[in-house]
T-cell receptor
């Protein structure tokens, strides 16, 4: 079957750095997304990786290793507004989007 | 202007009723989706439409029926509502297999 694993919950301190990991086992791979979802709101797009390596976008970076079936989202200079769920999603060989359950990130002052 | 808009945002109804949720996107995208997000926060694909053709239909009860009058609209109609249908329903759109843009969600509560 197809599976995406992320930690259920993480806690970090304001101003610090946090890394959220995502491992996947899917039938094929055509890209990986990270989305942010604040409580009671819709998911919003953060990043897209299809080739190995690091994609940097401001305070957020996303890394992909296709051979390891692994990605991480790195958040720097954490702010209170970064408290949210972070969803990893993989496009499989049929171009279907497979979603992880999300990681709830709690930022403490 | 809101890119993906869905109405209503909140819906409270009795078991057995029929209800509809509407979705419109003004992004010119060729694919639209309906997702269900339950209390465990899993996002589960229900349907997607590409140029008015259904291309995904997961194991969703036939009480749920998508209706797409044109490529900018994908409505969701639900017959004979059950308690387990209570969830947040998200409409989304995308172009060329790239990132999805989500609507604000419609929170359905079945009593």
């Amino acid at each position: 079957g197809q599976n995406i694993d992320q930690p259920t919950e993480m806690t970090a301190t304001e101003g610090a750095i946090v890394q959220i990991n995502c491992t996947y086992q899917t039938s094929g791979f055509n890209g990986l997304f990270w989305y942010q979802q604040h409580a009671g709101e819709a998911p919003t797009f953060l990043s897209y990786n299809v080739l190995d390596g690091l994609e940097e976008k401001g305070r957020f970076s996303s890394f992909l290793s296709r051979s390891k079936g692994y990605s991480y989202l790195l958040l720097k200079e954490l702010q209170m507004k970064d408290s949210a769920s972070y969803l990893c999603a993989v496009i499989d060989s049929n171009y279907q989007l497979i979603w992880g359950a999300g990681t709830k990130l709690i930022i403490k002052p | 202007d809101t890119a993906v808009s869905q109405t209503p945002k909140y819906l409270v109804t009795q078991m057995g009723n029929d209800k509809s949720i509407k979705c419109e996107q003004n992004l010119g995208h060729d694919t639209m989706y309906w997702y269900k997000q339950d209390s465990k926060k899993f996002l589960k694909i229900m349907f997607s439409y590409n140029n008015k053709e259904l291309i995904i239909n997961e194991t969703v009860p036939n009480r749920f029926s998508p209706k797409s009058p044109d490529k900018a609209h994908l409505n969701l109609h639900i017959n004979s509502l059950e308690l387990g249908d209570s969830a947040v329903y998200f409409c989304a759109s995308s172009q060329g297999g790239r990132e999805l843009f989500f609507g604000e969600g419609s929170r359905l509560t079945v009593l």
